[in-house]
């Protein structure tokens, strides 16, 4: 069974970055797509950005466009956000989530999810 766990959330001022990763372990599955969603209270969760398996092809989110990178590692078993220039609204919980299939932006197509890392971004 499949594992995705996330880290590296925490508090940042307004403008400073944080760097996200999301490891899998146990059983992967070759081909499979990896992503970042967040939810804030109040909110639906926000699609954020996709990797394909061959890293080939990104999406990102309008929010996040231009200040977020999602990269992945040699190995394929680790998936990290790179955010920089941090707002406020950027502050929600952060999760990874996988699929077998191509990019997606809706999160009910993704059956593999972390259990969600805090990021706080104060003014």
């Known amino acids: 069974q499949v594992q995705l766990v996330e880290s590296g959330g925490g508090l940042v001022q307004a403008g400073g970055s944080l760097r996200l990763s999301c490891a899998a372990s146990?059983?992967?599955?070759?081909?499979?797509?990896r992503a970042w969603f967040r939810q804030s209270p109040g909110k639906e969760r926000e699609f954020v950005a996709a990797?394909?398996?061959?890293?080939?092809?990104?999406n990102y989110g309008d929010a996040v466009k231009g200040r977020f990178t999602i990269s992945t590692d040699n190995t394929k078993n680790t998936v990290s956000l790179q955010m920089n220039s941090l707002k406020p609204e950027d502050t929600a919980v952060y999760y990874c989530?996988?699929?077998?299939?191509?990019?997606?932006?809706?999160?009910?197509?993704?059956?593999?999810w972390g259990q969600g890392t805090q990021v706080t971004v104060s003014s």
């Open positions: 989530a996988a699929r077998l299939g191509g990019n997606s932006y809706t999160s009910v197509n993704y059956n593999l």
């Open positions: 146990g059983r992967t599955f070759i081909g499979w797509t």
């Open positions: 990797i394909s398996w061959s890293a080939s092809n990104t």
